[in-house]
């Protein structure tokens, strides 16, 4: 019989997060334990970043790949500032433009982290959250605190609490819960320790809007063969258990696409979920899919960011065989949405 931490869930205001709740997980973490908090990406599952031990916890409960290194969550830029060997300018700009906030900066680590947290590499990926609950707890806890996403390896980002809990429920012994991610995509992994600041994965913060700081910005698009520079895009992340197929072209074209392919599905008694956005939505007229999920407006990127992980876990839960997505836009926060799409899809993407 497998044995069952009973994990607490505490309710919490995401404005003005309660003392009580603060100080209990904050010593927890002091002790070595592991905490899964909101954050305005997506929620974290944290430990002392200090604490080497503490952090091989986060790798057995995720089911996480030992290669994958973790970010580090501090308060303020003074404690990044610790645990890098170097702070270059182009780091201090970052830092000053986009926290607290969806960006993680990767610079040459600094001698106080173990390398559980780097995962062996030399060079360590830092944020400061903008969350209340986040920034609060950070500064009660005192220490640095290492945090991947709060889900099973494999599994969407959560980005809310009860995605937390679906996964680990009865694993880790405190969640705080602040209901849902405004971002709701994870940070844009930026590498610093190279020439030029190159985007290891599109996140919250848009290509532009690092180059309308950094000027010239790269973005890490592997080579067949090559592995990318951040170990966790390697991984089939975000893998939803039915076939997945994402869908690009005219709005007229993919509509009916997804129709021959639902009509195609259901002769095969297989169920069909549609992810699509708010224009399309009204314009599946002749087959209806059993799930359909609308992910916001095409004019607003940054809806369909926060609500991509819902709808592929509501895929998965409501037991989706075959699940059609709408392709958007790359500009903006686009480009992070349809990295997550095209590798849920396994990078089937039909051009229509
Ligand atoms: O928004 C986020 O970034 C969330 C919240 C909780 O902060 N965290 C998150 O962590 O998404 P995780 O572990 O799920 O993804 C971290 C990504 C992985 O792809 C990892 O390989 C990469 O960042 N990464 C971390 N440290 C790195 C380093 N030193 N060099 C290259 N890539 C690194
Ligand atoms: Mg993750």
Redesign the pocket.
Known sequence: MKWELKTKRVYIDATQPDEASLIEAASLLQQGALVAFP?E?????GANALDGAACAKIFQVKG?PQD????V?VADQKAAEGLSAVWPEIAERCAQKFWPG?L?L?LP?GPALPDEV??G?N???I?I?SHPVALALLRKAGVPVA?????LSGKP?PTSGSHVWQDLQGEIPLLLDAGTCA?G???T?L?LSGSVPTI??P??ISREQLEDVLGEVRIDRPLEGRAP?????KYRHYAPKGEMILLQGSREKILQRMEDEISKAHRRLKKVGILCTLESAPFLHEQLPDLLFVLGSEERPEEVASNLFEGLRLCDSQEMDIILAEAIEEGGVGMAVMNRLEKAAGHRLIRV
């Open positions: 954050t990406t997506v929620y974290g599952l996480r994958n290194p973790l970010i969550h969806p993680t990767v680590k780097t995962a590499l060079t360590v990926g944020r959250p945090a991947p996403s709060a889900n980002s971002v995509l994870e940070s992994v590498d290891l994965r996140g919250g520079k951040a170990p966790g895009m």
